[in-house]
């Protein structure tokens, strides 16, 4: 039974700094032979694509957190990071981790991935 366990959200001034993790479980293989990617719905919004990083380590990223958002894993703790700087106040949204075996589309879509986890709040003052 796969599992994602998103953690570190929280309030923050415009401009600071959050890193987001997500603990993986339950697949057979380290995250890292996977498509992972995080997401994130604003309040009224639909779910947007935030960045994607692929199981040969290439990482994409939505034009608007380009620059400030950086995607990683830890294979050893099957933890994803989602490092978050220069925040700004409509960045404001419920954060998605999400994986599937293969990143297949050139941009991030969402209906590529299978598996989502439950979502950490981010707010931007």
């Known amino acids: 039974h796969v599992q994602l366990v998103e953690s570190g959200g929280g309030t923050v001034q415009a401009g600071g700094t959050l890193r987001l993790s997500c603990v993986v479980s339950?697949?057979?293989?380290?995250?890292?032979?996977?498509?992972m990617g995080w997401f994130r719905q604003p309040p009224g919004n639909e779910r947007a694509a935030g960045a994607r990083?692929?199981?040969?380590?290439?990482?994409t990223y939505a034009d608007d957190v380009k620059g400030r958002f950086t995607i990683s894993i830890d294979n050893t703790k099957n933890t994803l990071y989602l490092q978050m700087e220069n925040l700004k106040p409509e960045d404001s949204a419920m954060y998605y981790c999400?994986?599937?075996?293969?990143?297949?589309?050139?941009?991030?879509?969402?209906?590529?991935?299978?598996?989502w986890g439950q979502g950490t709040q981010v707010t931007v003052s």
């Open positions: 990083i692929s199981r040969d380590g290439d990482m």
């Open positions: 999400a994986a599937t075996v293969k990143c297949v589309a050139a941009n991030i879509v969402e209906g590529d991935f299978g598996r």
């Open positions: 339950g697949y057979a293989y380290g995250i890292s032979n996977y498509c």
